[in-house]
């Protein structure tokens, strides 16, 4: 039993974690569909135990692992391809509703297939209370282990595919049947078994990953198909272009002077005289081509996908002129490892959807840029956002909050109208200058542009259309911050536009927050029916369950979210936060059945509220170099105090007999944890903001503790 539990939870998370990473790539890496991606994960597992434990069929763990294994990989196929149900068209956005509903059906079938090997595990056992706790316990090892597995390989040295094979093979060859005079030489076999399987499957699924984006872009040429840790990246090829797509989205092209001239030729004319830029953004599509006819000018680009640079080299001729440093620009910055001064940093952030790309327009990282612009320096900000003819509420409330930002950490904000609208911040008055003087300036560049001329700057920079621009941006006073991302919360209302149902139905949800109140009613309706009756002691168990699904998924995430916030580079620690959180599930439980049938609901609810609670006095106001030693410890606290919490919910609502439903339980911690990936960082984050999320979940910690006390005496 404790074998498979160890496995069930290996394969629980490379199902959760591997899934996850494909979903939010083929979503046009929109990390708001993590949580409702976690939500159909938690729902099906929940499902699957519940129905592991009441039905009568009688399906034994090993076949469900069978199934398991050729299930994960299918599903991650079908998740990469799930696009096509939309549209062909490369790059395509996909209407919010449809990203939600695929990201939630994706996960069912892994999902039912966890619950229900849970439940058919803890059967084997003979007590219900003793076999769900050694279950839970050992499925947190092996989840542990997986975690860290998963993450190191994932996406740096294996992609998302060859590791859900490479998973299925580690999980057959743990299931085969151990006998004790063959012991050491089983595990030999399992071994080299692992590792000739891993070589031979990683050069197959490597050639299947292309084909598979190949049969997704049907119209173009596959160059390149590959994972990092941070993307899905395919560069494909037709008519003489290069596209590179990262997460399904249009990145960059190339040839494509004009979006070049772009990037690189505006913020020149405000400083003519400007020698040192840093680029924030892949700088070969363009850029670095550009930049050769620009002699005296130095460029440095800065992203974090290693990987990217070397396949890029092998299909673009890339310049030696331009540096490039691969590292992720918010960990760049926090880490003060930015000593050069630049006089003009590009922000080319690409799509706002994601809290990725939102972060880095928060005055937070604005403040920490502004140390390293040279005396009149300037931050140029290219978004994607359409102002040359008509500018929608939607794109006023984004371009709003964007100004904003830039106005509370800049003296000087300027604005440019057009198909890219162009945003340019000083604390310098570089930015207050006439028509003529950018003319002029435009004249006197050593190189001569093909889009950016006189004519076209005279109807770009128009009277009216500036104007217009300007009205637009003072829409609203709101700004993005750490505290309360709007960004990615108004893009989501923006795309919403795209079809009628999110018109009218996804546009209501997000925009008329007030039905959120419903939450907290029915959380608590549930704490009262649990709490009164003849059997409240025992029915106050399946509360408890619910408390500790719900406050620890919601930590968990708010604390992914704010470690990438703050750090920058979120995949590349993910291991050891992963890891920190199973690894004190575990140590939880365990503490927990050594001490044995005391009042544990009491020190666990209270440990799980300092944790909160300190958590929310310090985020804030931690060094960057300890960063990652702070997230591990606030993980593995909270993760011990649930496991903590698991075992008193289990030890009050199966104290004694064996013909209780043994998933019930689990199934009621999932519908908690579901709650919590669904409406946590996905809704109410942007709603409330940080703040008041943590002090809500105290809340609930605190109603707990108090049904605790009222409940203890029942029969």
Known sequence: MKRKAFLLGFYSIGGQVLLLRELVSSLNGDELFIGTALFGWLVSVAAGAYLGGTTRLGVRSTALFIAGVFVLPIVIVVARLSPLTVSNVVGEIIPFSTAALISIVMMLPPGIVSGWLFASITREGRAPAASIVQVYLFEGIGAFVGGVLITILAGGIVSTLEMAVLLGAVVIVGILPAYRKRKALLT?????????????AQRTVSRFDCYIDGVKYESYRVEKSFDTHYAHQAVLWRDGSLILLTDNTVEAAYPDLLTAENLLIPPLLYKPDARKILFIGRAEFGIMQLADHLPGLSITALDPRRALSSKIDDVILTSNGVERIDND?????????????????????????????SRLLTKRFLTMIKSSLTPGGLVYLPTRYDTDRYITAEQRALLSIIYNVLRESFNHVALWPGSMTLLFASDAPVLDIPYDSIINRLTNLEYAPQFISENYLYDRLDEFRMERLREAVSYSDQVNSLDRPLIPYYQVIYRAKTTTFDRHVVSFILSRPAWTVGIPLLIFLFFVLAGVGKQKKKRYGLFLYLTAGLVSLALELISFYVYQSSAGSLYAEMAALIGAFMLGLAFG????????RGRLEYPALLMLLAATVLFLATYDHINPQVLLFYHVCFLFVVAAATGSLFVAATNR????????????????????SSFGA?????????????WWLLVALAALIVLAFVGSFLTARGA
């Open 188 to 200: 030999l076999f399992a071994a080299i078994s692992i590792l000739a399987f891993s070589l031979v």
């Open 678 to 690: 669904l409406f946590s960082t996905t809704i109410l984050l942007p709603v409330i903001g940080l």
């Open 589 to 596: 439980t365990y503490y927990s059945v050594r001490v044995g």
């Open 329 to 357: 620009p918010m960990a760049f910055f926090t880490r003060r490892q930015a000593t050069d001064k630049y006089d003009i940093i590009i922000m080319n952030t690409g799509g706002l959807d994601s809290y990725k790309n």
């Open 653 to 672: 609502y199966y104290p004694t007999g064996s013909e209780t439903n043994r998933g019930a339980g689990y199934a009621c911690e999932l519908i908690g």
